[in-house]
């Protein structure tokens, strides 16, 4: 089964438009960590937000925000006022925190989403 | 400066060859990463290391080997290149910091195989 589920391959949204990015992920470790990351077509990988299993609150990094729903299994990227700038592919990855093997291994990425903002 | 530099950056060689991919980093982080992607995938972890004298298999580590040379040096070879090593090579950092992580990419690596 994947770790990390993205089911929007691809989405084209009007400039301005609020955007939503699903991300599912499955997981039976306690502790973890949930991020988006954007790639723009120059491939550089860009951290955009951060949350942990454990955060009471939502996070939020200026236009982006993070809608956790845990009980779901879910942490949906919000872009709110969509630029064309944003135009790129998302990735959302998970790093699990596996107590019983000494430490963090790395993230496990979903597939992506490819956003295409339209002026 | 980029607190994470990749070298080279691009790279085209021949099936059959070894070669090196090099990663430094200025941010005085102890852990270290090699991601491999592919078109239509996310990354997946090739290598890790939590320091110098710690260094573990990744998701997709056959192939591949790695040497931390320093804190600030992470390097990924390949013994014996072949086609389907093809791919953008990443490397990262890891911070953790007031309950949040963040992993630093480099500018990546694109690498073909012929």
């Known amino acids: 089964a994947q770790k990390i589920t993205q089911t929007q391959p691809g989405m084209f949204v009007q400039e301005k438009e609020a955007v939503t990015l699903d991300c599912t992920y499955d997981?039976?470790?306690?502790?973890?960590?949930l991020f988006w990351y954007k790639q723009p077509s120059s491939g550089e990988m860009i951290f955009l937000i951060y949350?942990?299993?454990?955060?009471?609150q939502n996070a939020t990094e200026g236009r982006y925000s993070l809608n956790f729903q845990k009980a779901r299994k879910s942490a949906n990227l919000v872009i709110s006022a969509s630029q064309l700038g944003d135009s790129a592919m998302y990735f959302c990855?998970?790093?699990?925190?596996?107590?019983?093997?000494?430490?963090?291994?790395?993230?496990?990425f979903g597939k992506g989403t490819h956003l295409i903002i339209q002026p | 400066d980029a607190d994470v530099t990749q070298t080279p950056r691009n790279r085209i060689t021949k099936t059959g060859k070894r070669i090196m991919l090099e990663c430094s980093q200025t941010k005085g982080h102890d852990r270290m990463y090699w991601y491999r992607q592919d078109p239509g995938l996310g990354l997946r972890l090739i290598y890790y290391?939590?320091?110098?004298?710690?260094?573990n298999k990744g998701e997709i580590s056959d192939g591949y080997s790695v040497s931390r040379q320093a804190q600030a040096k992470f390097s990924l070879s390949l013994e014996s290149a072949i086609p389907n090593q093809t791919a953008l090579y990443f490397c990262a950092t890891s911070d953790y910091t007031d309950f949040q992580e963040t992993q630093y990419f480099g500018p990546g690596t694109r690498l073909l195989v012929l």
């Open positions: 997981t039976s470790d306690p502790s973890y960590g």
């Open positions: 990855a998970m790093r699990e925190v596996k107590y019983s093997g000494g430490g963090a291994d790395g993230l496990t």
């Open positions: 290391s939590f320091d110098v004298k710690d260094i």
């Open positions: 949350q942990g299993s454990y955060d009471q």
